[in-house]
């Protein structure tokens, strides 16, 4: 009973105390109706959810362009509405039922502006011509000219200065067809006797000179000193080389898309190759070539962002064998000798 009587009295010391003012917020979050995620590696997602109260949804593609919006229950139980979109091009733009709206004074005077406007344009355009630039007129459009301005007619002095020079040209330009039908082809000059001796002597000393040091052959001494028998020089060996000859390829191919994808190849008389990339950052080729021996030697290769990058090939490199052997039954083991203090 004593218990009871406990209890009943801490009920009412606390029903007093927590009495006071309200605060209207809930004490317990929304239950999450539904929700949903998901992205890859293109940068590409979509999420969302539901509550009773508030809802969202956003995605985003490969272009860049992000589409979203939500609701909610304002704290005057209102549903508000707001949609947007974002893309490289427009940018932000946003439709909502809680954007501010303008005040009565400030929609009344947008409304006499916009009046105003109208009417001065109404204005402008009735006292503006009408003008109109056809890309074919008709003939019965165009205006016909009936009297043509009369030319301008020159002075008398003009007119005799003209016939002057006009005489004057004429009988220059009769002058000299002439002389031209007259014109002989020019004669070569003639070397005076003098200066035709003058080169007969020159080139007679000239042509001796050239004889006589053809005639003169100098042979160099031996020196006397030398006993040695004389030893032919050892021959030179040359190389006849080949001029390259390109090769064209048989076939070859080339693709890339907007995300770093590619793969290419070609084939050729004496070699080829491959080589292909994925969006993962996997590459993946190989090639294989004729040696100067006449051999076929391939190569394969992989590279990935975790285990870097893989070859295998023909023509690696590879170490010698090395052949261990034991100790001989003969050989003699000697004790470790104790160092002295």
Do not use: C
């Not at 954007?99 to 009735?126: C, G, I, M, N, W």
Request: no cysteine.
């Amino acid at each position: 009973m004593e218990l009871l009587r406990l209890f009943i009295a801490l009920l009412s010391i606390w029903g007093v105390s927590s009495s006071g003012v309200t605060i209207g917020i809930t004490p317990y979050s929304l239950p999450i109706y539904s929700q949903y995620h998901a992205q890859d590696i293109l940068g590409q997602y979509a999420y969302g959810y539901a509550t009773p109260t508030s809802t969202k949804s956003e995605t985003k593609s490969a272009d860049g362009v992000t589409v979203g919006g939500y609701s909610y229950l304002d704290s005057f139980g209102i549903l508000q509405t707001v949609r947007y979109f974002a893309d490289p091009i427009h940018g932000f733009r946003v439709a909502a039922t809680n954007l501010p709206q303008d005040l009565p004074d400030v929609a009344l005077a947008k409304a006499q502006h916009l009046a105003e406007f109208q009417a001065t344009q109404s204005e402008r355009a009735a006292i503006a011509a009408h003008y109109t630039n056809p890309i074919v007129v008709p003939v019965s459009q165009v205006k016909k000219i009936e009297l043509l301005p009369t030319p301008v007619q020159d002075l008398p002095e003009v007119v005799k200065a003209r016939a002057e020079h006009l005489a004057k040209f004429q009988a220059t330009q009769a002058e000299h067809a002439a002389l031209a039908a007259h014109s002989a082809t020019p004669v070569p000059v003639q070397d005076l006797p003098e200066v035709a001796r003058a080169k007969a002597e020159h080139l007679a000393t000239f042509e001796a000179i050239k004889a006589r040091d053809a005639s003169q052959v100098v042979v160099s001494p031996l020196p006397a000193h030398i006993s040695a028998p004389v030893v032919a020089p050892a021959a030179i060996p040359y190389y006849s080389y080949v001029p390259a000859i390109p090769l064209l390829p048989s076939s070859q191919y080339h693709a890339q898309d907007g995300i770093g994808q590619y793969s290419y190849g070609y084939v050729g008389p004496l070699s080829s190759k491959s080589e292909a990339k994925t969006a993962d950052g996997i590459t993946r080729g190989g090639y294989s070539y004729l040696d100067a021996r006449g051999e076929i030697q391939t190569v394969s290769y992989i590279s990935d962002p975790v285990n870097g990058f893989r070859v295998a090939a023909t023509n690696l490199p590879v170490a010698p064998e090395v052949l261990l052997k034991g100790p001989s039954a003969s050989a003699k083991i000697v004790a470790p000798v104790a160092p002295t203090i």
